[in-house]
């Protein structure tokens, strides 16, 4: 069905005075209710901490397992999972194309619920195994589905926004995660790890669904009266941008990895959200989470594991709030710059403090809260630029109907590079010092610099039409 538009040549999307989408409730609302499935993936990300002790005690009153579990069984309910959630990107781009964004996460948030009753309630290894691994996928599902359903909603003036308020949920549901695990039963924080996908299944049938989906299964009616509540005066405007991006593109009946590499702008946008992704998780920021408890004990804060989180969740989300207001006025390539190069400047000096540390000397003696600093300083400035940019640029810069599988192979990568600075941080502490740790990230963000500089296009206020001309002239 076709449907009648103005005009609308010569008439740049962010220039319109009467833009009230800018601050359009119902657009915001949409937003922060997939946002809520973010929210559950940092509380997911915590479920360990408090679960770990309980599975390895002796005490049948608080074990659901007969007996403490081996290290082997510990191992297996760590890592298969994690793999499990890490594949699943292969195959939750392709559902996302089929059944739509929004029928994706209501189906994801059903599973998830139903995998939590059953955790909560399992009294066997093999059980948590299989239903935690079933969880994990849906994780997966939740990440790649907020990430694309948010761009998609998202107008071009707010969509830098719309991406750190995604970004930010991840942190918030870690802090709760933390907060809540320490007071709380396994079976209780299973169960409240539910909560946002609930909410969510509430919410559901208020929400819209993406117009760019609905246009490339050329549902022109749905696609209008969506774009109405999303954009109010300013969907003929929109309705028309989005079919001259679909026209501009070829897609095929089914996306796949290799379709991203059968157009030059599709390899352009893989090649540079995946070095993006790559520099950002080679900042080193999961090894400094991960081990900010080793850190601080280096240095005899007398703070423990749970309350050093609970201050870098704090932290993390003040920083978020921050790049709130900066990302759609000075744009996303200035961020990350200065977010990387600042982040450079802080591990260096880290890694100076830890080799002063390690060959003995007195220097800093004085003032043994440098680290403690620099890691707050470091952990504010990624947050503010690296830990919201990645995600918002690689939502944006892939063309309608390669976007779900390019951001699924994107998040891909971050994960086995995550798993690859996990893994050697640790190695390289013991071998060599730990301010070989923060020097290498050091050098590996200064590469990143200059990379990023070089190759890194302004998407500020585009609209998706015009970061694909802008990808075909590069």
Not at 121 to 144: N, P, Q, R
Not at 221 to 240: H, Q, S
Not at 244 to 249: A, C, E, K, N, P
Not at 443 to 467: A, C, D, H, Q
């Given at each position: 069905?076709e449907?009648?538009?103005?005009e609308?040549?010569?008439i740049?999307?962010h220039?319109?005075?009467n833009?009230k989408?800018r601050?359009?409730?119902?657009m915001y609302f949409?937003?922060?209710?997939?946002?809520?499935?973010?929210?559950?993936?940092?509380?997911?990300?915590?479920?360990?901490?408090?679960v770990i002790?309980?599975l390895?005690?002796?005490?049948?009153?608080?074990?659901?397992?007969?007996?403490?579990v081996?290290?082997?069984q510990l191992?297996?309910?760590v890592?298969?999972?994690?793999?499990?959630?890490?594949?699943?990107f292969?195959?939750?781009?392709?559902i996302?194309?089929k059944?739509?964004?929004?029928t994706t996460?209501?189906?994801?948030s059903?599973?998830?619920?139903?995998s939590?009753?059953?955790l909560?309630?399992?009294?066997?290894?093999?059980?948590?195994?299989i239903?935690?691994s079933l969880?994990?996928m849906?994780?997966?599902?939740?990440?790649?589905?907020?990430?694309?359903?948010?761009?998609?909603?998202?107008?071009d003036t707010?969509?830098?926004?719309?991406s750190?308020?995604?970004s930010?949920?991840?942190?918030?549901?870690i802090?709760?995660?933390y907060?809540?695990?320490?007071?709380t039963?396994?079976?209780?924080?299973?169960?409240?790890?539910?909560?946002p996908?609930?909410?969510y299944?509430?919410?559901?049938?208020?929400?819209?669904?993406?117009?760019?989906?609905?246009?490339?299964?050329?549902r022109n009616?749905?696609?209008?009266?969506?774009?109405r509540?999303?954009?109010?005066?300013?969907a003929n405007?929109?309705?028309?941008?989005?079919?001259s991006?679909?026209?501009?593109?070829?897609?095929?009946?089914?996306s796949?990895?290799?379709s991203?590499?059968?157009?030059?702008?599709?390899?352009?946008?893989?090649?540079?959200?995946s070095?993006?992704i790559?520099f950002d998780?080679f900042?080193g920021?999961?090894?400094?989470?991960?081990?900010?408890?080793?850190?601080?004990?280096?240095?005899?804060?007398g703070l423990?594991g749970?309350?050093?989180a609970i201050?870098?969740?704090?932290?993390?989300?003040?920083?978020?709030?921050?790049?709130?207001?900066?990302v759609?006025?000075?744009g996303?390539r200035p961020?990350?710059?200065?977010?990387?190069?600042?982040c450079?400047?802080?591990?260096?000096?880290?890694?100076v403090?830890?080799h002063?540390v390690h060959?003995?000397?007195?220097?800093f003696?004085n003032?043994?809260?440098?680290?403690?600093?620099?890691i707050?300083?470091?952990?504010?400035?990624?947050?503010?630029?690296?830990?919201?940019?990645?995600?918002a640029?690689?939502g944006?810069?892939?063309?309608?109907?390669?976007?779900?599988?390019?951001?699924?192979?994107?998040?891909?990568?971050?994960?086995?590079v995550s798993?690859?600075?996990?893994?050697i941080?640790?190695?390289?502490?013991?071998f060599y010092?730990?301010?070989?740790?923060?020097?290498?990230f050091?050098?590996?963000?200064f590469v990143g610099?200059?990379r990023?500089?070089?190759?890194m296009?302004?998407t500020?206020?585009?609209?998706?039409?015009?970061i694909?001309?802008?990808?075909?002239?590069?």
């Amino acid at each position: 069905m076709e449907v009648q538009a103005f005009e609308v040549e010569n008439i740049p999307l962010h220039s319109c005075e009467n833009f009230k989408d800018r601050f359009h409730w119902y657009m915001y609302f949409c937003a922060f209710s997939a946002h809520l499935l973010i929210t559950a993936c940092g509380m997911s990300a915590t479920w360990f901490l408090p679960v770990i002790p309980v599975l390895q005690s002796n005490d049948t009153q608080i074990n659901p397992l007969e007996t403490p579990v081996t290290t082997l069984q510990l191992s297996m309910l760590v890592s298969i999972p994690v793999c499990a959630g890490g594949l699943s990107f292969l195959f939750w781009s392709k559902i996302l194309d089929k059944f739509g964004r929004k029928t994706t996460m209501q189906f994801l948030s059903i599973i998830s619920i139903f995998s939590l009753l059953v955790l909560s309630f399992a009294e066997d290894i093999y059980t948590l195994v299989i239903f935690l691994s079933l969880h994990k996928m849906c994780i997966s599902g939740s990440m790649i589905s907020a990430i694309v359903y948010t761009s998609e909603i998202s107008s071009d003036t707010t969509r830098g926004k719309m991406s750190c308020l995604l970004s930010i949920q991840v942190p918030f549901g870690i802090l709760i995660g933390y907060i809540l695990g320490s007071v709380t039963s396994v079976r209780y924080f299973t169960l409240i790890c539910g909560v946002p996908f609930i909410l969510y299944l509430v919410l559901s049938p208020l929400l819209a669904e993406s117009p760019r989906y609905l246009l490339s299964k050329q549902r022109n009616f749905e696609v209008m009266k969506e774009l109405r509540k999303l954009r109010g005066n300013m969907a003929n405007i929109e309705y028309e941008n989005t079919k001259s991006m679909l026209l501009t593109t070829t897609p095929s009946k089914q996306s796949t990895f290799l379709s991203i590499f059968r157009q030059t702008r599709s390899r352009k946008s893989f090649i540079l959200s995946s070095e993006i992704i790559i520099f950002d998780q080679f900042s080193g920021i999961t090894a400094v989470v991960t081990y900010v408890g080793v850190i601080f004990d280096s240095v005899n804060t007398g703070l423990k594991g749970n309350e050093v989180a609970i201050i870098i969740g704090f932290t993390k989300i003040l920083a978020f709030s921050i790049s709130l207001y900066f990302v759609d006025r000075i744009g996303r390539r200035p961020l990350i710059l200065f977010s990387i190069f600042m982040c450079m400047f802080s591990l260096f000096v880290l890694g100076v403090y830890f080799h002063q540390v390690h060959i003995g000397s007195q220097l800093f003696d004085n003032i043994r809260w440098l680290p403690i600093l620099f890691i707050i300083i470091y952990i504010i400035v990624y947050s503010i630029g690296l830990g919201v940019v990645p995600l918002a640029f690689t939502g944006e810069i892939f063309s309608d109907h390669l976007r779900a599988v390019g951001v699924g192979y994107v998040l891909i990568i971050a994960v086995l590079v995550s798993a690859i600075v996990s893994f050697i941080f640790p190695i390289i502490k013991d071998f060599y010092g730990l301010h070989w740790c923060f020097w290498l990230f050091c050098i590996v963000s200064f590469v990143g610099f200059i990379r990023i500089y070089l190759t890194m296009p302004e998407t500020k206020n585009k609209t998706f039409l015009e970061i694909q001309n802008m990808l075909n002239g590069m």
